[in-house]
């Protein structure tokens, strides 16, 4: 059973539009999340965070929005580049159980020009 | 700034061979891990380690062994590889593990069973 979700494959946003990507948990226990972003034969490389005493973080164009109720999480890219273009994917932890990472299966953004 | 480096970046093994990947860092890390990523299925834990001579299994360790012999080194081993560990392999490290600490990941290892 997958802990963490990320149920759309792919994106694909116009150039200078926002980008949404959507990550959904399931264990109440997650109190740390990460959004990595990978290009094609390079590893995943950190790009924002939040924990879970707080429901928004912003670090300029990329802002990670968390609804605890929810158990969801988004990351919006205003305004979307080319260069954008990468797989993203969402990890959860429980940092206060010393608990690793958790990652979702990923989501495909294509920015088009 | 090396950060993770993984070698070697490619292998083809017939199913039964053996083979070691390694992991090197620089940033002075505890926490090392080795993951592995199939489509659809994102990043899955293998082993993980804590610190030097500490080693750990994660969510499919089966098949696998490793070893962290020095702080900045971490070892995969695949003792008779099958072509259900076709994969791509990355190694990532951290400062801390899981609280609040992210994941510096290795440029990974593309492994063929055959």
């Known amino acids: 059973d997958q802990q963490v979700k990320q149920n759309s494959p792919s994106l694909s946003v116009q150039e200078g539009r926002i980008s949404i990507l959507n990550c959904d948990y399931t264990n109440s226990m997650f109190d740390y999340f990460l959004w990595y972003k990978k290009y094609p034969a390079e590893g995943p490389t950190f790009l924002i965070s939040?924990?879970?005493?707080?429901d928004k973080n912003e670090d300029g164009r990329f802002t990670v929005f968390l609804n605890k109720s929810a158990k969801h999480l988004s990351l919006h890219i205003v305004p979307s580049q080319p260069g954008d273009s990468a797989v993203y994917f969402c990890a959860a932890s429980a940092g206060n159980y010393g608990q690793n990472f958790v990652f979702g299966p990923g989501t495909r953004l294509s920015v088009l020009p | 700034n090396a950060g993770v480096t993984q070698t070697p970046k490619f292998r083809v093994l017939k199913t039964g061979q053996s083979m070691t990947l390694l992991c090197a860092q620089d940033?002075?890390?505890?926490?090392m891990y080795w993951y592995r990523q199939d489509p659809g299925m994102g990043l899955r834990l293998i082993h993980y380690s804590v610190g030097e001579g500490t080693t750990a299994k994660g969510e499919v360790p089966d098949g696998y062994n490793v070893s962290r012999l020095k702080k900045q080194n971490f070892l995969l081993g695949l003792e008779s590889a099958a072509p259900s560990q076709t994969s791509v392999y990355f190694c990532?490290?951290?400062?801390?593990?899981?609280?609040?600490?992210?994941?510096?990941f290795g440029n990974g290892t593309r492994l063929t069973v055959t």
């Open positions: 990532a490290s951290s400062y801390s593990q899981g609280t609040y600490s992210p994941l510096h």
């Open positions: 940033m002075n890390h505890e926490y």
């Open positions: 939040i924990s879970s005493i707080k």
